[in-house]
């Protein structure tokens, strides 16, 4: 049965309903072949006494956004939000494939999209997300992977 969930971001509300199937299938293998480079940051993984620096993550997933194809990653990003509503103050879902909707949604935004784009994996149960564990978020899951050791960038004192 496909189930729809309600989910607040950054104080917007959106309905996201789980892709049918196939197109869940789909869009969970585009998904892979985008985040396949963070599995980069394990080259050195040794268990439970690993660290994770977080700044190196930071350029893997920068060189990331460098590498993907505009017309690509445009492309992945609708369709990943094809079943997904932002509620008006009245509850009045409008769909997110609109351009309209979605400029005026994620205009100035652009972390509240890559939120809810992991929101929608997390409804729709990616099996990458899945199978990593840590409560389906990105720390979480690092954290679940290093035995709770995730380095923090350090901070520059004045």
Do not use: C, H, W
């Amino acid at each position: 049965m496909i189930e729809t969930i309600e989910k607040k971001i950054d104080g917007l509300t959106f309905k996201i309903q789980q892709f049918p199937a196939m197109k869940g299938v789909r869009l969970e293998k585009r998904t892979m072949t985008i985040l396949t480079p963070l599995l980069g940051l394990f080259d050195d993984f040794k268990g439970l006494d690993s660290e994770v620096d977080l700044s190196k993550l930071a350029n893997v997933f920068q060189d990331i956004l460098v590498n993907l194809e505009e017309e690509f990653f445009i492309t992945y990003v609708r369709d990943m939000v094809e079943y997904t509503f932002i509620l008006n103050e009245k509850g009045v879902p409008s769909q997110l494939n609109s351009d309209n909707t979605f400029n005026s949604t994620f205009s100035a935004k652009s972390l509240v999209l890559y939120k809810l784009l992991f929101e929608i994996m997390k409804v729709n149960k990616f099996a990458f997300f899945e199978l990593l564990g840590g409560g389906g978020n990105l720390i979480g899951i690092l954290q679940n992977m290093t035995g709770g050791k995730v380095k923090k960038e350090k901070k520059l004192e004045k």
